[in-house]
């Protein structure tokens, strides 16, 4: 039977910048900085341990056109392990780490394979003896928005074929149209697998043969929400298995605690220590967005508190846990139900109001027309599902207190 080992990781930034989170505590600080480093020696770690035959870094490796040398440095030692292990690696630049940017460049060990502007067709035979095609491209600059794909084409049927691919699936609408394809171009191909990068969310696009999105190695930001890793892939001719790893040393999430039940302010934090421990991971960081619902207190002292000493609280013993949970954003709602539905019953108008606003909970077709005009694609980017809620929360909120006053 033949059969292959490989990894298939995209999208590492390393050195991302990690952009809004000095106001960290140092040691949380670094431990985040550090983060996409942490992740890579993962991956070459499992590489050795589990004796791949090959790994496939597709797109994005450095977090920018002027790729710092620390961060190639920190990239060149993990390669230098893989090369002394004899695993090689492919890889192909993406938009944010294209072939046109201004870096001093570090030359990389013979066992890392750089794809060209154009696509290209790389061999190897692994040391089982089995024949693998690798096909793929990089950047030549940020902007590539013509049909690569096109350019694909398996040589021959001898051994297995995969291509490399950072770019944008069709029907995809978050995310700016890199190198588009659609899923039936990488099927028309007959390749045996496909390793796509650029999308920050793990993604199986296809089982038959695989058309995979790994997600990116780190969670970097808020919208980044959850494990972040790579895929373990064994291919053979009979089938196929995929196994996801993670890899981040620092999770990003996000969660509610409904304070409904609590009648004061001992009772409200007692619910988010709870929910604080439900959410920490074993020897892994968390970064929490805390939406604190339905708040009902009437003393204003207690209320006063809210503001100011929970999230105090919350943190005071975190910063020096190794499993710590971070609050990096905290909303605070007190409870509307009641006044929403009161206001409802004082007149027609108001409900008109309140429905108007339920028509428009499908934000993308509201603002439909400024994602199709020109310029507001260029400039405006679609909401995610927190962004889209926290809209429509803060319009409903508005309108209450607006009502309220009238």
Known sequence: MKKISFIHAADLHLDSPMIGLKHLPESIFTRVKESTFTALKKITKDAIEKQVDFVILAGDLFDGEDRSLRAQSRFRSEMLKLEENGIPVYVV???????????????????????????ETK????????????????YPTRHVFSRKIDDYSKIN?????????????????????????????????????????????????????????????????????????????????????????????????ETEVDSSSATSFNDILHLCQQTINQVRKNQQGTLLTLYLKNIQLH?????????????????????????????????????????????????????????????????DNALAPLYEHPMGRKYVSHLNDTEHRELIERAEKLLIELLSEA
């Open 157 to 253: 049927n001898i051994g297995f074929h995969i291509g490399i691919l950072h770019g944008n699936e069709g029907s995809g609408s978050e995310h700016d149209n890199y190198a588009p394809f659609t899923i039936r171009d990488l099927l028309e191909k007959d390749f045996d697998y496909w390793a796509l990068g650029h999308i920050h969310k793990r993604a199986i696009l296809a089982e038959s043969p695989p058309i995979i999105y790994p997600g990116n190695i780190q969670g970097r930001n808020k919208k980044e929400t959850g494990p972040k890793g790579y895929y373990h892939v064994e291919l053979s001719d009979l089938d196929t298995k995929l196994n996801f790893v993670e890899t981040s040393d620092v999770v990003w999430e």
């Open 93 to 119: 630049h993406g938009n944010h780490d294209h072939l046109n940017g201004t870096w001093v460049q570090l030359t990389m060990p013979a066992n890392v394979h750089v794809f060209t502007s154009e696509v």
């Open 299 to 363: 003393d204003e002292r207690e209320k006063r508190n809210l503001d100011g000493e929970l999230l105090d609280i919350l943190l005071e013993d975190e910063k020096d846990e190794a499993s710590f949970v971070w609050i990096v954003d905290i909303h605070i709602t007190e409870s509307q139900l009641l006044d929403k539905e009161q206001l409802k019953m004082k007149a027609n108008f108001y409900g008109e109001l309140f429905e108007t606003i339920k028509e428009y909970e499908d934000a």
């Open 123 to 138: 061999v190897l035979r692994t040391r089982s003896g089995e024949i693998v095609r690798l096909y793929g491209f990089s």
